[in-house]
């Protein structure tokens, strides 16, 4: 699915790029990449693309208890390397993968497209412009209502890597993290709601700054939505329901390059902005920035090219893994932990 949906389609428009070679093997999912890409070749066995001499950029879209194993060889073979998230099952593991990169000269970068959601550009947006003033509380959610397990899908199997936390819980923290750094303390809640559910399946994590109290969650039995952020400050409030339209554009079938108004969110979602900036009372809607996750390969091909900084860091999704790992421990221990 991370393939098909958030790699393939932009990957094929940015130029620079040339997609030669998917590993697939299922059949209806081989017609499909044949159809959409039929200059690259399909491939049953991971072995032909890293090993391949001609390819410089190997992405590893697979489940997350491998995504440090394929990473390795991808590094060892002279390939620069994007990692779909999370970045790796620990932190001890993503820092060995950072060192190995910086040995083999190559880019290695982590597939945290969300930063180019229309959602979270509007509240970046929103809090470097001081909109609200001093900021003291910042809430995130990324709920879903799922009451039965998910059939056939490596995501609901107990493994390392899988789990809420994990999953969406990788987005909010590296939201949080872009936004605000590293923060000094970390408690947490993590729990199975869903009684026949092999893996975590909601969590809530408060991230505490000098005076700013952030507060992460996503659950799976959430039939009546929260506001996905919710910002308060000194001069002002920002509410923001509703989720970016990129995701389910791609899964309706949609591309990037064949769709006007890629990442343009409908005027129903837009936020709700309270504020008193620079002495002026505003109550109404803030538009939305648009979305779009080319920016992320954009910036690879850049980086690759020596013309640009990458954007995500692998040292800013190391520090994503080690926020997960202090969440689980902190919900174990149930005590609150330094993030140093």
């Known amino acids: 699915m991370a393939g098909q949906i958030f790699h393939a389609p932009f990957l094929?428009?940015?130029?620079?790029?040339?997609?030669?070679?998917?590993?697939?093997?299922?059949?209806?999912?081989?017609?499909?990449?044949?159809?959409?890409?039929?200059?690259?070749?399909?491939?049953?066995?991971?072995?032909?693309i890293i090993q391949d001499e001609a390819i410089d950029l190997v992405v590893v879209a697979t489940p997350?208890?491998?995504?440090?194993?394929?990473?390795?060889?991808?590094?060892?073979?002279?390939?620069?390397?994007?990692?779909?998230?999370?970045?790796?099952?620990?932190?001890?593991?993503?820092?060995?993968?950072?060192?190995?990169?910086?040995?083999?000269?190559?880019?290695?970068?982590?597939?945290?497209?969300?930063?180019?959601?229309?959602?979270?550009?509007?509240?970046?947006?929103?809090?470097?412009?001081?909109?609200?003033?001093?900021?003291?509380?910042?809430?995130?959610?990324?709920?879903?209502?799922?009451?039965?397990?998910?059939?056939?899908?490596?995501?609901?199997?107990?493994?390392?890597?899988?789990?809420?936390?994990?999953?969406?819980?990788?987005?909010?923290?590296?939201?949080?993290?872009?936004?605000?750094?590293?923060?000094?303390?970390?408690?947490?809640?993590?729990?199975i709601q869903r009684p026949s559910s092999p893996v975590i399946d909601k969590f809530e994590a408060t991230l505490f700054y000098d005076s700013l109290k952030v507060t992460l969650s996503a659950g799976v039995l959430v039939r009546e939505p929260s506001p996905r952020y919710t910002l308060h400050g000194d001069k002002g409030s920002f509410l923001k329901y509703g989720l970016d339209v990129q995701e389910k554009a791609l899964n309706d079938g949609l591309l990037p390059h064949t769709t006007p108004n890629w990442g343009v969110e409908p005027e129903s979602i837009w936020g709700h902005l309270n504020t008193e900036h620079q002495g002026l009372h505003f109550i109404g809607k803030l538009e939305s920035e648009a979305g779009h996750y080319r920016s992320f390969y954009d910036n690879v091909y850049g980086a690759i090219t020596g013309q640009t900084e990458l954007a995500v860091k692998p040292e800013q999704a190391r520090d994503v893994i080690k926020v997960v790992e202090l969440i689980m421990q902190s919900s174990q221990e149930k005590r609150t932990l330094p993030f140093a």
């Open 64 to 191: 997350n208890s491998s995504h440090y194993d394929l990473a390795k060889k991808a590094l060892l073979a002279g390939k620069h390397v994007v990692v779909e998230k999370p970045f790796t099952a620990t932190s001890a593991e993503a820092e060995e993968l950072i060192q190995l990169a910086k040995e083999q000269q190559k880019v290695l970068t982590v597939y945290h497209n969300r930063r180019w959601d229309s959602d979270f550009k509007t509240v970046q947006k929103v809090v470097q412009q001081g909109l609200l003033g001093n900021l003291v509380e910042y809430k995130a959610h990324f709920d879903r209502f799922r009451p039965n397990l998910k059939g056939n899908t490596w995501k609901e199997e107990a493994a390392p890597g899988s789990g809420i936390v994990f999953d969406l819980g990788s987005h909010l923290i590296d939201q949080a993290l872009v936004l605000f750094g590293t923060p000094q303390e970390i408690s947490a809640d993590v729990r």
């Open 12 to 48: 094929h428009v940015v130029e620079g790029f040339d997609l030669v070679k998917i590993r697939e093997t299922r059949e209806p999912n081989i017609q499909l990449a044949q159809s959409r890409y039929p200059q690259a070749q399909i491939t049953s066995q991971a072995d032909d």
